[in-house]
C-alpha cells in the first residue's frame, strides 16, 4: 500500500511562491512515477506537472510552463513542486499522485496513476 501526503499549500499573494511537498510511503519510490494535478471549484482535476522515477522525462501543463518546477528526492523520498510567480488562476486544492507501473515516464494522465493523496489547498489573491 502506498501512502501519498501532500504539504506546503496555504495563502500568497500574486506573483509569490509555494513549494509544494508530497511524502511516500513504500519501499520502492525510486520506481514511482510522479504526478500533480489541481482542482478549482466547479472544474475538473487537471494535469500540472509530472516527473517520471529515473527524474530525467518531465512534464507540465502549458499553463504552468516556465514557473513551476517538479523534482523529486529519493532519499527522502519526496516529490516536490515550487511554484512561482503565482497567479489567482492557480488557485485549487492541489493533489499528488504515484504510478507504480515502473514504465519511467512522466505520465499526463489521471487514469495512470494508482494512488492519491488528499491534497493541499493553494489561494492565490489578487
Known amino acids: 500500500q502506498v501512502q501519498l501526503v501532500e504539504s506546503g499549500g496555504g495563502l500568497v499573494q500574486a506573483g509569490g511562491s509555494l513549494r509544494l511537498s508530497c511524502a511516500a510511503s513504500g519501499r520502492t519510490f525510486s520506481t514511482y512515477n510522479m504526478g500533480w494535478f489541481r482542482q478549482a471549484p466547479g472544474k475538473a482535476r487537471e494535469f500540472v506537472a509530472a516527473i517520471s522515477w529515473s527524474g530525467v522525462r518531465k512534464a507540465y501543463a502549458d499553463s504552468v510552463k516556465d514557473r513551476f518546477t517538479i523534482s523529486r528526492d529519493t532519499a527522502k523520498p519526496t516529490s516536490y513542486l515550487q511554484m512561482n510567480s503565482l497567479k489567482p488562476e492557480d488557485t485549487a486544492v492541489y493533489y499528488c499522485?504515484?504510478?507504480?507501473?515502473?514504465?519511467?515516464?512522466?505520465?499526463?494522465?489521471?487514469?495512470?496513476?494508482?494512488?492519491w493523496g488528499q491534497g493541499t489547498q493553494v489561494t492565490v489573491s489578487s
Open positions: 499522485a504515484a504510478d507504480l507501473s515502473r514504465s519511467d515516464w512522466a505520465l499526463t494522465g489521471r487514469d495512470e496513476y494508482n494512488y
